[in-house]
């Protein structure tokens, strides 16, 4: 009977130790993420949740004097305009996006129609306007 406390006793330690160590791991990545944060980072295009058949057509990054941006042109899928595309993703004018587990900065994102195409700028400095 005591061999099997024992070996529950190792079960629980070993689960806590790899709790503990995963909990230093993604603390140590968020303070780093904080730490090192400049106003040239910019969210990756895969944080854009664009509306299926849309497609990117130019990204470029630009800069100011309150962060960088990057700016994704995208063709609506068809049958879709850059109106219908940028109600898809809720920037009409500006949303914030949560951040996740790999980087917890929220996202915030503005559209601007520019033809048949629709300009999408997403940066980690700015907030959304107040309604």
Not at 8 to 30: S, W
Not at 46 to 67: K, N
């Amino acid at each position: 009977m005591g061999g099997q406390r024992g070996a529950g006793r190792r079960v629980v330690t070993g689960v806590l130790v790899v709790v503990g160590v995963l909990t230093v791991l993604v603390l140590g990545r968020y303070g780093l993420l904080w730490a090192g944060a400049t106003e040239g980072d910019v969210p990756p295009r895969s944080a854009v949740p664009l509306p299926a058949g849309s497609a990117i057509v130019a990204e470029r990054t630009e800069c100011g004097s309150g962060g960088c941006s990057l700016v994704l042109t995208v063709r609506p899928p068809t049958g879709s305009t850059p109106a219908d595309v940028a109600t898809a993703i809720g920037a009409t004018p500006t949303t914030q996006l949560p951040g996740d587990l790999v980087d917890p900065r929220p996202i915030t994102l503005s559209a601007e129609a520019s033809g048949t195409f629709l300009e999408v700028r997403a940066d980690l400095w700015s907030r959304p306007a107040s309604p």
